[in-house]
């Protein structure tokens, strides 16, 4: 028995949520100041709300693909926005700066459940001919929310207070329950072995190595406590990492992380690529908005509004620039895209002064714009396209571990960078040594300290251009796509069951043209 299978309105259902998961990556990054004072904590605490939720999200990411291949994406999907729409209200009834800490750990587990079913969806349920297009979509959503997310914050945290950031998911989630049940299909199941070790490994390597970046400046990058020190965190989760990369090789049925899918050119380039994205774009608005807010005294919506010119342009270009991955070979629009993209960066950090007038600050923004629009949907629909169709979970699973995994490392590595050029460059009692717990910005920044807090921001942005030129690089040698057999029109794979059967993977066509799937 079948039932019609809309794919654009599962789409569109899939993409509310994919939306709202995304936007609470870079939402709190405006409201950080307000948290900061709210809660009564410092620089370092108030980054852990966005590291917390960035590291819970991406570490179960390998798996929770696995999981929608065997217990069905949509299932997964739905589990995962109950979770997470309810931890949205716990962060925001957070009293504490540790409460809040912990509800967004556990909202990044939720979006670890819903963000591989998106895209896995997707990839089973379009056509050939309009695959590329979806995941274009699919992609430049990503694009958008990183900028959207500030310029709503902006205008919740003004209008309401740093709480709705977090309130306002509860009615969208809602929404996007009962459109997901209603649109999205009942897919057919693949079984597969979770590797419990690797999930072990994979989560313990992430944590020291983010809790030693993060927390290596509190500690002056020595004694944490007895013989443990910053340092040998870091060694211990890039020890454990690589111990896992080696445990994932040596494991014979359904390792976490399938190496072979890595001897795919593209896929491969989308990830190292997408680890650059993911790095900068977490990165980018932390000291951009404190700028904005603690120099020139702006609110949290008018610091929003002055990367407005990035959503604009963005949401502008999207629906052309998806209606082109498919006739256009993806580094002429992703290495542009990153260029584009890293010089906007350098330009702000050369541009950032006390006094600048604000409207030369717009420019960048607008580079900005232009480059993001370029980049999310061709990297997007070039990272599955040659991968078979049991493998769709683990494919996405992997390229949206990566993407969360980029933001981590750019999320800790700002705020090491942050508080060290806040040390280096604003002025402390004589005889004393600095340290960055003496910057907790619970009131106004003095006149004369304006000048290198703007330097601090100023240099820390480097970063974060740097990094996403080496995506450019990395973007110059894709290669012209080509589809994996299952995904051809009329074909299939040798030896596979008819094309209705679960494990081919391409849900079947209709004479009218509408997609259907077994129930």
Known sequence: MTHDVKPWPALWSLIIGFFMI???????????PAILRGLHTDIDSVIWVTSAYLLAFAVPLLITGRLGDRFGPKNLYLIGLVIFTLSS?????????????????VQGVGGALMSPQTMAVITRIFPPERRGQALGLWGATAGVATLVG???GGVLVDGLGWEWIFFVNLPIGVVAFVLAARYVPALPTHPHRF????????????????????????????????????????????????????????????????????RDHNFSVANVVITTIG???????LPLVFYFQVVRGMTPTQSALMLAPM????????????????????????????LLFSSALF????????????????????????????TWSPVSSTATRGLAAREAGAGSGIYNTTRQIGGV???????????????????????????????????????????????????????????????????????????????????????????DDAGAGQVPQAEDGATRTPR
């Not at 995304?22 to 950080?32: G, H, K, Q």
């Not at 989760?237 to 990369?245: E, M, N, P, R, Y």
């Not at 002064?353 to 600050?361: E, K, Q, V």
């Open 279 to 285: 790095f900068t774009v977490t990165s980018l608005s």
């Open 311 to 338: 959503a604009v342009l963005n949401i502008g270009l999207a629906p052309v620039v998806g209606k082109l991955v498919d006739r256009v070979h993806p580094r002429l629009l992703a290495v542009p895209g990153l």
């Open 195 to 262: 590797d419990i070790p690797g999930v072990l490994l994979s989560a313990v390597g992430l944590f020291l190595l983010v809790f030693g970046l993060q927390e290596g400046q509190t500690y002056d990058w020595g004694v944490i406590t007895g013989p443990i020190t910053v340092w040998g965190l870091i060694v211990a989760g890039i020890v454990v990492l690589a111990g896992f990369v080696v445990q994932q090789a040596l494991t014979k049925r359904e390792p976490l992380v399938p190496l072979h899918l890595f």
């Open 347 to 374: 330009l702000y950090s050369r541009m950032l002064s006390p006094d600048i007038a604000w409207g030369w600050l717009l420019l960048p923004a607008v580079v900005l714009g232009f480059g993001n629009a370029l």
């Open 150 to 152: 500030p310029i709503l």
């Open 89 to 105: 209200a716990w962060c925001g009834f957070a009293g504490t700066i540790g409460v809040l800490i912990t509800a967004r750990a």
């Open 22 to 32: 995304l936007i609470d990556t870079t939402i709190v990054s405006v409201a950080n």
């Open 409 to 499: 490392i750019g999320s800790a590595s700002i705020a090491v960078l942050i508080q060290a050029r806040l040390v280096a460059d604003l002025p402390h009692r004589p005889g004393q040594a600095a340290s960055s717990s003496d910057f907790t910005l619970s009131g106004a920044l003095p006149a004369f300290l304006h000048a290198g807090f703007t330097s601090a921001m100023a240099e820390s942005l480097i970063l974060p251009a740097a990094v996403v030129l080496v995506g450019a690089v990395a973007a110059a040698v894709f290669v012209r796509p080509t589809m994996a057999a299952w995904q051809r029109p009329g074909a299939q794979p040798a030896g596979a069951a008819p094309r």
